[in-house]
C-alpha cells in the first residue's frame, strides 16, 4: 500500500490527544493554524481542555527545529511528523472562499500539499463534514478520524435475540430450577455471548433468560424491583437483572429517550446503596448552539443547573414511589445531603478516586472514545460502571453513531465476563413520547 502523507484538522487532536500515533508509517502535517487554535483551548476543565493540554505535552516531548524543516520521526515503525507553517490561497481557493479563518488556512496547506506533491498522496483528515466537503471540492482527499470508528453498528441495537421452537418442557423446568439448566440441552444456534439475555419461546409458554457463561447454563430472569421501580417490559427486566448483579462491573444502556435507561440505573444504585460508599450520576455538558457555559447567566450552580436537571427528575420519580412520610423518601436526601448521592457534570469529577463506588455516566454518546477509555480506566476496586445514551441523540458536531464512546465501549467489550450490554427498545413514558421519538 502506497504511503500517505495526513494533514490533521485540531478536532481529530481535541477528539483524541493520542492521534499522531495511530496513523502507522504514514507521515503527518499539522498546520501551525492547528497550534494556534489548540492555544484557545488549552484553558479550562472541560475534557477537550485536557486533550488541548495533552497533545502539546507530547509535542513537547518530540520539540525541536526539525519540526518545522524536514520533520521528525515519531517512533518504530512510525512516519513523520512536520509543522507546517502557513501558505497562501491558491487562486481556486481565494476564488470559493473569501473568507480567512482557521479552516481555509488549514485547508490552504492541504491544497498546497496536494498540488505541489502529488506523490505524497496527501489526505486531510477532520472530523468536520463542512471542511471534507470544502477540501473535495477543491480536489483534495479528505476523510474522517477512522481509528476509533464501529464498523457494524446494527449490532449493537438490535432487538433482544429470541430463540424460538424450544421443547416446552424444557422452559417449565427453568421455572423449577432457579440454578439453571445445561446449555447443551437447549441446542441455542447461535450460542449465546457471556451475559447476554434473551427470550425462549416454546409452542405455548416462553421465558425470559441468560446465559451463565461460568457454570454453561440458561438461567431463568424473573422480574426484580429496584427501590420502588418496577421493569415494564423485557428488555428493562433484562437491564435491571445486569444493574442488580454484583459480578457484572461494566454496562452499557443503550435506547431512544423514554425507554428509561437512567431511570433503572438511579434505581439499581439506590438498591444496592449499602453496598458501595458513594452513588455517583454525572453527565457531560455540551453546551447548545456551540456556546459555552459563560453565555449562560448567573453563578456557577445556575449555569449547570439547567444540564443537571434530567438527572434530579429521574430521582424525583424515584422518591415519588413512596409516600412523603416514609424512610425511604427521606433516605434519598438524607444521600444527597452526606454526599453519598452525587450528581454533577462529568467534568466536575477529573481526579476523584472511582473506588467502590456506582458511577452512572448519563449522555454517554457525547463523549469521545478516549473520554469513556479515561473514565474506565480510573475505575478502582468495587467500582461498577453504567454508560447510557442514545446514539441517535448526539449533541457533539464532531461525533456520530459510529465514533462515539458508547459505541465504541460497547463494540470494543462485547463478550467480556464483566461486561453487559442491553439495548432498550420500547418507550414508557406515554404514548405520545413514544410516538413522537419514532416519527419526528
Do not use: C
Request: glycine share 6%; aromatic share 8%; hydrophobic share 40%.
Amino acid at each position: 500500500m502506497a504511503k500517505k502523507t495526513f494533514i490533521l484538522d485540531t478536532n481529530v487532536i481535541l477528539h483524541d490527544y493520542s492521534s499522531l500515533l495511530q496513523f502507522e508509517d504514514n507521515d503527518v502535517v499539522i498546520p501551525i493554524t492547528v497550534l494556534e487554535e489548540l492555544d484557545n483551548f488549552k484553558k479550562g476543565s472541560e475534557e477537550i481542555n485536557y486533550h488541548a493540554r495533552e497533545f502539546m505535552r507530547e509535542l513537547d516531548k518530540l520539540a525541536g527545529d526539525k519540526l518545522f524543516n524536514g520533520g521528525i520521526e515519531l517512533g518504530e515503525g512510525k512516519g513523520i511528523l512536520k509543522i507546517e507553517l502557513g501558505k497562501p490561497y491558491s487562486d481556486e481557493m481565494k476564488a470559493s472562499f473569501s473568507e480567512d479563518k482557521p479552516d481555509h488556512r488549514i485547508l490552504s496547506v492541504a491544497d498546497y500539499y496536494t498540488k505541489n506533491f502529488p506523490d505524497k498522496n496527501v489526505v486531510l483528515v477532520s472530523k468536520d463534514i463542512n471542511l471534507r466537503m470544502k477540501a473535495k471540492s477543491l480536489g483534495i482527499k479528505a476523510e474522517d478520524y477512522k481509528t476509533d470508528v464501529v464498523r457494524n453498528i446494527e449490532a449493537l441495537q438490535k432487538e433482544v435475540n429470541l430463540y424460538d421452537n424450544i421443547d416446552d418442557k424444557l422452559i417449565s423446568r427453568m421455572y423449577q430450577e432457579d440454578s439453571g439448566l445445561p446449555l447443551s440441552e437447549f441446542k441455542l444456534d447461535p450460542k449465546p455471548n457471556m451475559n447476554s439475555f434473551f427470550i425462549l419461546k416454546g409452542g405455548t409458554s416462553s421465558a425470559l433468560a441468560k446465559f451463565n457463561h461460568v457454570e454453561e447454563t440458561i438461567v431463568k430472569v424473573s422480574k426484580k424491583t429496584a427501590y420502588g421501580i418496577k421493569p415494564r417490559n423485557a428488555e428493562q427486566t433484562f437491564a435491571m437483572e445486569a444493574l442488580l448483579d454484583d459480578k457484572i462491573k461494566l454496562i452499557s444502556l443503550m435506547g431512544k429517550a423514554g425507554t428509561g435507561k437512567t431511570l433503572l440505573a438511579l434505581a439499581s444504585a439506590l438498591q444496592q446503596r449499602r453496598d458501595f460508599e458513594q452513588i455517583m450520576l454525572a453527565r457531560p455538558i455540551v453546551a447548545l448552539a456551540n456556546k459555552d457555559l459563560g453565555f449562560l447567566p448567573g453563578d456557577e450552580k445556575a449555569k449547570i443547573g439547567p444540564y443537571m436537571q434530567p438527572l434530579f427528575d429521574n430521582l424525583t420519580v424515584i422518591k415519588h414511589q413512596f409516600g412523603k412520610q416514609s424512610k425511604d423518601y427521606a433516605r434519598v436526601d438524607e444521600l444527597l445531603k452526606e454526599e453519598k448521592l452525587v450528581i454533577t457534570p462529568l467534568a466536575y469529577l477529573r481526579g476523584r478516586s472511582l473506588s467502590n463506588a456506582y458511577f452512572i455516566i448519563d449522555e454517554a454518546q457525547n463523549l469521545t472514545p478516549l473520554e469513556v477509555k479515561t473514565i474506565v480506566t480510573r475505575a478502582g476496586e468495587g467500582t461498577k460502571i453504567v454508560f447510557t445514551g442514545d446514539i441517535n441523540q448526539i449533541d457533539s458536531p464532531y461525533l456520530d453513531s459510529k465514533s462515539n464512546g458508547l459505541s465504541y465501549l460497547t463494540d470494543r467489550m462485547k463478550g467480556q465476563d464483566i461486561f453487559a450490554h442491553i439495548n432498550l427498545m420500547k418507550g414508557e413514558r406515554s404514548y405520545l413520547a413514544e410516538l413522537a421519538s419514532d416519527l419526528l
